[in-house]
């Protein structure tokens, strides 16, 4: 089992080039989010989605567009990078039959750099 | 805007002792969770506490709630080096369609 993967693990942009990050899980999860780590901040939701063809934003979605084609793939996508994008990117994804409840299983992250 | 907020900041204590860790969060919650991050990795899972819910244990691990309070925290008893880690609380707020929120973590370090 993959559990979550992400990729790239690390990309470097410059300011106003465009890119995907990946997300794919093989849980068969419904649920799936992309949260962003700055130094200081902590997590912040970005979008989110509790199935196939669903997706809402989360607390931080400007400049930011995901789509959900399959149950596996959640894929982010920036559409004209900027400097305040830089940071730590996390996909997650959980189903509530194990504990009742929305517990995340975490991706190993990827590190963005814009400049 | 975060939900929890975890307390202190950063924790440092001796191999072998107690680490209590504490969160307060602002609405009602259906359950508050517990994560660890160790550096330069994904978050994992510790422990979850439901609303209806006092106390919880798991191996070395004892997570309380307080709702009247508002506040939760979580005790690593016996710590081990291993323990080293960033620890969050999240909630899953009542009305938030299962949205996990995450407070600003909590850096613990423990000293051989």
Same mark, same amino acid.
């Given at each position: ?8 693990? $690390? ?21 799936? #989010? ?39 793939? $959640?894929?982010?996508?920036?559409? #004209?990078?900027?400097? #305040?994008?830089?940071?730590?990117? $996390? ?14 299983? $975490?991706?190993?992250? #990827? ?5 | 805007? !975060?939900?929890?907020?975890? *307390? ?18 602002? =609405?009602?919650?259906?359950?508050? !969770?517990?994560?660890? !991050? ?27 709630? *307080?709702? @009247? ?13 291993? *323990? ?13 369609? @299962?949205?996990? =929120? ?11």
């Amino acid at each position: 089992n993959a559990g979550v993967t992400q990729t790239p693990k $690390f990309q470097v942009l410059k300011t106003g080039q465009s890119m995907t990050l990946q997300c794919a899980q093989d849980m068969n999860h419904e649920y799936m #989010s992309w949260y962003r780590q700055d130094p200081g901040m902590g997590l912040r939701l970005i979008h989110y989605s509790v199935g196939a063809g669903i997706t809402d934003q989360g607390e931080v979605p400007n400049g930011y567009n995901v789509s959900r084609s399959t149950t596996e793939d $959640f894929p982010l996508r920036l559409l #004209s990078a900027a400097p #305040s994008q830089t940071s730590v990117y $996390f996909c997650a994804s959980s189903y509530e039959g194990a504990h009742g409840a929305n517990v995340l299983t $975490f991706g190993a992250g #990827s590190r963005l750099t814009v400049l | 805007s !975060q939900q929890g907020e975890e *307390d202190p900041q950063a924790l440092s204590i001796q191999e072998g002792e107690n680490a209590t860790m504490n969160c307060s969060y602002k =609405t009602s919650i259906n359950n508050l !969770q517990w994560y660890r !991050q160790n550096s330069g990795r994904g978050l994992v899972h510790l422990i979850l506490i439901r609303s209806n819910e006092r106390e919880k244990h798991s191996g070395r691990l004892r997570v309380t709630l *307080d709702t @009247s309070k508002k506040s939760s925290s979580l005790l690593i008893t016996a710590s081990r080096a291993a *323990d080293t880690a960033s620890y969050f609380c999240a909630t899953d707020a009542v009305g938030a369609n @299962s949205k996990l =929120t995450f407070g600003k973590g909590i850096t613990l370090s423990v000293r051989p």
